[in-house]
Every structure is written in C-alpha cells, then in structure tokens.
C-alpha cells in the first residue's frame, strides 16, 4: 500500500476540510498515478470533492461508521478496512486522506508519494513529517518546478519497516 499527499514547508496538508493550494501539475500527477487504482480515505475526505462524490475510474474506500452509499466501498472499523484492501493488489491502493487515516496507515503503507509545496499554507492539519520518522528515507526527488506560481517538488519516501496487517 502507498499514500500520496501534497504537503507545504511545514508538512501541512490542508485547512477547513480542503487543500491548502491548487496546483495543477500536483491534480495532474495524483490524477495519473491513482486512475484505475483503489483510493482509500475517510469520510471527511470524500465529502470535500465535489458533490461529496466518490473519485471517478477509481474503486473508492470509504472508511466511516456514518457513511452508508452503493456507489463506494464502506468500510466500519479498520478491521474491515484491512480485510476490504487485501482483496486488492497492494501496489494498487494509495492512502489518499485525511490527517487521521494517513497518521494510521502509514505504518502499514511501503512508500508515500509526496508533492511538496515551497510555501507556508497555513495549515490546521498535518502529515507526518517523514524525513523525522526513524523508517522513512527519502528515495527520489524531481527537480524543482513552478505550477500556478508555487515551486514543487515530487518526491518517494520509502518504509525500512513496512507493518503487515
């Protein structure tokens, strides 16, 4: 399992239940790298699309005890959420949000894709900071570029201690 998550200088990751800039290049990036693949979120995070509709051409995870839909998988405990995900090829499910349901799967995924913003959101939530955390290691890095006025960085964290569930 992978995450991928935009974060600013401060490892911020949104404010108000959105995204703390747009950046096209960063939509672009997530767009092709989750497309046909399964997205695994809460619920705080599929009602922040649009029209709180699940993503499309993706299998969409909800992990909630609230949400009751058909048009996405539900599950109610992290418990199910696991037995739900196995069902899937790992290296096709990305931990897409929020704070909560990355903080507990990043133990579990092997690498985070990460866009990183040079600049300062004003964040209320926030990603681990991975280059702080014992078994993360930075594994790539793209060259700096500007979209919308924002200096980007896409980049691969790898897990030296990938927990199995």
Same mark, same amino acid.
Request: charged fraction near 25%.
């Given at each position: 399992?992978?995450?991928?998550?935009?974060?600013?200088? @401060?490892?911020?990751?949104?404010?108000? @239940?959105?995204?703390?800039?747009?950046?096209?290049? &960063?939509?672009?990036?997530? /767009?092709?790298?989750?497309?046909?693949?399964?997205?695994?979120m809460?619920? @705080?995070?599929?009602?922040?699309?649009?029209?709180? *509709?699940p993503?499309? *051409? /993706?299998?969409?995870?909800?992990l909630?005890? /609230?949400?009751? /839909? &058909?048009? !996405?998988i539900?599950?109610?405990?992290?418990?199910?959420?696991? +037995?739900? +995900?196995?069902? =899937?090829?790992? #290296?096709?499910?990305?931990?897409? $949000? $929020?704070?909560?349901?990355?903080?507990?799967?990043?133990?579990? !995924?092997?690498?985070?894709?990460?866009?990183?913003? *040079?600049? &300062?959101? &004003?964040?209320?939530? =926030? =990603?681990?900071?991975?280059?702080?955390?014992?078994?993360?290691?930075?594994? #790539?890095? #793209?060259?700096?570029l500007? #979209? *919308? $006025?924002k200096?980007?960085?896409?980049?691969?964290?790898?897990?030296?201690?990938?927990?199995t569930?």
């Amino acid at each position: 399992m992978k995450a991928i998550v935009a974060v600013d200088k @401060n490892w911020g990751i949104g404010k108000n @239940n959105d995204l703390l800039f747009s950046i096209p290049e &960063d939509m672009k990036f997530f /767009r092709q790298t989750t497309l046909g693949k399964v997205v695994v979120m809460g619920s @705080n995070t599929l009602k922040s699309f649009p029209n709180g *509709n699940p993503l499309k *051409n /993706r299998t969409n995870v909800v992990l909630s005890k /609230r949400v009751k /839909r &058909d048009d !996405c998988i539900v599950a109610t405990s992290l418990e199910e959420l696991f +037995i739900k +995900i196995k069902e =899937f090829d790992d #290296s096709e499910v990305f931990v897409i $949000g $929020g704070a909560m349901l990355y903080k507990t799967l990043l133990p579990y !995924c092997e690498e985070v894709l990460v866009t990183k913003v *040079n600049a &300062d959101g &004003d964040a209320d939530v =926030f =990603f681990e900071n991975l280059d702080k955390l014992p078994n993360w290691s930075l594994f #790539s890095e #793209s060259d700096s570029l500007i #979209s *919308n $006025g924002k200096t980007i960085k896409f980049t691969v964290y790898k897990n030296h201690s990938v927990q199995t569930f």
